[in-house]
């Protein structure tokens, strides 16, 4: 009667520091005004559908391209990384589960005996089921923790999958690029040894001096100089789509096309606020913020008393057919209250506090940087756009300067060093095009990867999952 009452007792007094422990309510926000729309007054060029919705890389419509990403999304040892990862996760999510559910153990022995009047053997055997109640819901807190750390490292593997898939696309548009800037010096180098050709045969004839034939040789050297670069770059481009790819650099890897293909069409970009859906590093990091919150509630909880129930069966004999029949079946229910523990479980309450409020600056620091990213790619795809039409204006006009200093030296009006310098602009600007056009696509696909691609992203994963499944 005395043990009844001590217990009434204790669950009176403690029960009501249950609910001392109340979760946060934190803006997924962040206290950042997302409902506005994009500071940068980029062209507006709508589509379908925004990009995160879909494969972007398709509109290239290139099918060495879309088998380069399949392939990678499947067998990138990056992706394969985080999805060991996520099976670790999934993993702690079941062992945390367990806490749940009674433990149970049962162990049979033999006993062997040598000398008079005994036995030859007896057999033991014994069984232990233990439970904790859960009363203040620290288990519980513990396995949502776990599931939603789970659940960001899903969110992790998908915005992995946007990243590679844009760094693989780039790296195409490098090769298409160099492709074409190698056959543009080539072309230049033909033209420098045609001009070098022609005032070598000027200078026999007494209608060109010396120096000019050697300024002519000194600018076909520096044109020829631009192409081991240029190759060099081209195979580094093509090692890295290898390893992107999850393959060793080799001369398998076949690209068919030549050409740098149109930029993309600018994409319509929505608000702010819709990058909390589409972006899976945002998802990730806050799904990592209610995680914290939910470990710092476990924490807490952990200070409070714990109710185990045990029971214990035990049963001997001679022979095993008699085991059952004579036995001990104990039942036993405690409380382990903490009294004094240093402030060990409160210090660890106040880091688990610690640390979801750094993860919330965290979260915080991601989305300001998610909404930047996009405003800063806006911006520079309307610039370069203007840039690139601007540089066009220039290599028409630096043309018209080249087609009159040639015609001006041929009536003997100017030297050849004028006819050298309108070469070398018109040369150089289109060298120039060329790296800006690559610049133009790239910026595009920038901006595709900064607004996300939650959806598509998962369900490319989904199916990877289900086929890896069946293997």
């Known amino acids: 009667m005395h043990f009844r009452i001590t217990y009434i007792a204790i ?130 807190a513990t396995i949502k923790s776990n599931k939603l750390q789970e659940q960001a490292t899903l969110e992790d593997l998908y915005a992995a999958s946007i990243t590679l898939s844009a760094a693989i696309v780039e790296n195409w548009l490098d090769i298409m690029s160099l492709i074409e800037q190698e056959e543009l010096i080539k072309q230049q180098i033909k033209v420098n040894l045609y001009l070098l050709e022609l005032q070598q045969s000027r200078y026999e004839n007494g209608a060109a001096s010396a120096l000019a034939v050697l300024q002519q040789e000194e600018n076909l050297a520096r044109i020829k100089s631009l192409l081991p670069d240029i190759l060099s770059a081209q195979q580094i481009a093509t090692n890295n789509i290898s390893l992107l790819i999850g393959n060793t650099p080799s001369n398998t890897l076949k690209i068919k096309t030549r050409m740098l293909p149109k930029p993309l069409n600018i994409p319509d970009r929505g608000l702010p606020s819709q990058l909390l859906e589409n972006r899976p590093d945002i998802t990730a990091a806050w799904l990592r913020v209610l995680s914290a919150d939910w470990a710092e509630k476990a924490a807490f909880n952990n200070r409070l008393p714990r109710f185990d129930i045990s029971v214990i069966y035990s049963t001997s004999a001679s022979k095993i057919s008699s085991l059952f029949d004579t036995w001990l079946l104990n039942m036993v229910a405690g409380i382990a209250s903490p009294i004094f523990d240093g402030n060990k479980r409160k210090a660890e309450q106040i880091r688990q506090k610690a640390i979801a409020d750094e993860r919330f600056q965290a979260y915080r620091a991601i989305v300001l940087s998610a909404v930047n990213e996009v405003e800063n790619a806006l911006t520079r795809n309307n610039f370069q756009d203007k840039k690139l039409k601007a540089l066009e204006e220039q290599l028409l006009a630096s043309k018209k300067t080249l087609e009159q200093a040639r015609f001006s030296y041929a009536n003997g009006n100017t030297s050849y060093i004028n006819i050298l310098t309108s070469i070398n602009n018109v040369q150089t600007l289109e060298q120039q095009i060329a790296r800006e056009k690559l610049l133009q696509a790239k910026e595009r696909v920038r901006l595709c990867r900064a607004l996300g691609g939650r959806s598509w992203a998962k369900k490319i994963n989904n199916n990877i999952t289900r086929q890896k499944g069946r293997k």
């Not at 392939?71 to 992706?79: C, G, K, M, R």
């Open 11 to 140: 669950i009176l007094l403690i029960a009501p520091l249950s609910g001392c422990m109340e979760m946060l309510s934190r803006d997924m926000n962040a206290g950042v005004d997302l409902s506005h729309e994009y500071v940068s007054n980029a062209q507006k060029q709508q589509s379908n559908q925004p990009p995160q919705m879909q494969k972007w890389w398709l509109a290239y419509d290139d099918a060495d391209l879309n088998n380069l990403i399949t392939h990678a999304l499947s067998n990138s040892p990056s992706l394969g990384q985080i999805r060991a990862r996520l099976k670790q996760t999934q993993a702690i999510s079941v062992q945390s589960g367990a806490s749940l559910l009674p433990a149970l153990e049962t162990s049979v022995t033999r006993n062997g005996y040598d000398g008079n009047n005994t036995p030859s053997a007896s057999f033991d055997l014994s069984g232990a089921a233990g439970y904790e109640l859960d009363l203040w819901g620290k288990n519980k």
